[in-house]
């Protein structure tokens, strides 16, 4: 019962970063309502969303044929969540050498194949298939590696844009993007900690990473995109 009322904590946290959101969307806080950047936001929103809501339903429902239904959507909408990394392209294209830009679509796959991976496995005991890979220790090595995934690629990105912090308000705009990286890292830490030394289910954790994925994504498109947008002001002026 307590594993399960922690499991509707997260779930709550979850819908609480859900509303947000769509809330930034429709001021108008991602940019203007047609824009990619802000479609992406909002398909990456209802992703994580869906995902999340279909996992719990799945929990509830595990006794009754309603299970398979909502895993198989569990699936498809986090396999949907990709878009959190095609904000990722959108933000560095064109302000970032290829060859880096070719790495930061790279780090990406060992997580995805992972947490592919650990869906698959999800989706077997559901339709009580049995496997030889434990499903909780799949699962914490997928957690682990979107930590480092998200870690890696914002730290490349800082790192990679420190050379243009001579630029008038560069180095303010830099140093809120690290207090951002960092602050996400510190959130990730805690709630892991918390959860593997409670010993939470493979769900609940699941909930935990979907929850650092909304604060991930909003440090990854309101400060990368501002960033972009001053260095691509500067290519202009450049160019002119």
């Not at 339709?127 to 480092?148: M, P, R």
């Not at 490349?156 to 960092?182: A, E, M, T, W």
């Amino acid at each position: 019962m307590e594993a399960e009322k922690i499991t509707i904590l997260f779930l709550g946290v979850n819908i609480g970063f859900w509303c947000i959101g769509v809330l930034f969307y429709i001021i108008q806080l991602t940019g203007p309502l047609n824009s990619l950047t802000s479609i992406l936001y909002l398909f990456t929103l209802f992703s994580f969303g869906f995902a999340v809501l279909f996992s719990y339903l799945v929990e509830i429902n595990m006794d009754n044929n309603y299970a398979y239904i909502f895993q198989i959507c569990t699936f498809i909408a986090s396999n949907m969540s990709v878009s959190y990394f095609a904000i990722l392209v959108v933000n560095t294209y064109k302000v970032i050498e290829r060859k880096w830009l070719y790495i930061l679509c790279a780090i990406p796959l060992p997580m995805a194949i992972s947490v592919n991976i650990w869906c698959l496995l999800d989706t077997f005991k559901v339709f009580k298939v049995e496997t030889s890979l434990d499903n909780y220790a799949v699962s914490i090595v997928a957690d682990v590696l979107v930590i480092f995934t998200e870690f890696a690629i914002n730290a490349i990105c800082y790192l990679k844009f420190r050379k243009f912090k001579d630029i008038p308000g560069f180095k303010s705009l830099l140093n809120q993007y690290l207090s951002g990286i960092l602050f996400s890292l510190l959130i990730d830490v805690v709630t892991r900690s918390i959860a593997f030394n409670l010993q939470l289910n493979d769900r609940t954790i699941a909930q935990i990473t979907v929850g650092s994925g909304y604060i991930n994504l909003n440090v990854e498109l309101f400060l990368l995109n501002r960033i972009r947008m001053v260095l691509m002001s500067q290519i202009i002026m450049h160019n002119s």
